[in-house]
T-cell receptor, first 117, second 111 residues
Framework: ETGVTQSPTHLIKTRGQQVTLRCSSQSGHNTVSWYQQALGQGPQFIFQYYREEENGRGNFPPRFSGLQFPNYSSELNVNALELDDSALYLC????????????????FGEGSRLTVL | GDSVTQMEGPVTLSEEAFLTINCTYTATGYPSLFWYVQYPGEGLQLLLKATKADDKGSNKGFEATYRKETTSFHLEKGSVQVSDSAVYFCALSAGRRALTFGSGTRLQVQP
């Protein structure tokens, strides 16, 4: 089975621009979560999608938005980029929502490293 | 809110040394606890987990015991190898809330 894949792996944007990051979930997984990992820090939860609907959101402003598609792949969109948005963005897939029988069994991609200049 | 505190790194050990990475947590309710590992150039991987008090999670020679009385989940390994060099993250999940991670501890094992 294929694992979680993310694209692009690296990208550079300037302040004020918009970015879209993509994630293909592991085969059979219906839940996708996105995390932001600043340099030297642990991942911070952005939001989670389950069956194409947002189901849980961390402390991130509305300019962070997402989508999940019928094949369970997902996009993370960030508008009006700020310098502090520079980070590694991690996608994780799982079967079922946090709190369910497989709670916490997340499978992570290698991430998309965003640099905002 | 939920939080995880783990010892700062880097931790530098010689091969075959004993490893302990401390982790304490604050959470509402009864969280599940996890250790994730991030090898250089790779994504985060689940190393082990424990879902209730006094449970011991174990994998690849690593162990951690869920201690409710001390709100701790320390990671241990009796004899580390160079291949264990990585960043280790302690994390928790409480109720239907997503994972909360600590800031990570870098382990460097020297031959």
């Amino acid at each position: 089975e294929t694992g979680v894949t993310q694209s692009p792996t690296h990208l550079i944007k300037t302040r004020g621009q918009q970015v879209t990051l993509r994630c293909s979930s592991q085969s059979g997984h219906n839940t996708v979560s996105w995390y932001q990992q600043a340099l030297g820090q642990g991942p911070q939860f952005i939001f989670q999608y389950y069956r194409e609907e947002e189901n849980g959101r961390g402390n991130f402003p509305p300019r962070f938005s997402g989508l999940q598609f019928p094949n369970y792949s997902s996009e993370l969109n960030v508008n009006a980029l700020e310098l502090d948005d520079s980070a590694l963005y991690l996608c994780a897939s799982s079967l079922g929502l946090a709190g369910g029988p497989e709670a916490g069994e997340l499978f992570f991609g290698e991430g998309s490293r965003l640099t905002v200049l | 809110g939920d939080s995880v505190t783990q010892m700062e790194g880097p931790v530098t050990l010689s091969e075959e040394a004993f490893l302990t990475i401390n982790c304490t947590y604050t959470a509402t309710g009864y969280p599940s606890l996890f250790w994730y590992v991030q090898y250089p150039g790779e994504g985060l991987q689940l190393l082990l987990k424990a879902t209730k008090a006094d449970d011991k999670g174990s994998n690849k020679g690593f162990e951690a015991t869920y201690r409710k009385e001390t709100t701790s989940f320390h990671l241990e390994k009796g004899s580390v190898q160079v291949s264990d060099s990585a960043v280790y993250f302690c994390a928790l999940s409480a109720g239907r809330r997503a994972l909360t991670f600590g800031s990570g501890t870098r382990l460097q094992v020297q031959p």
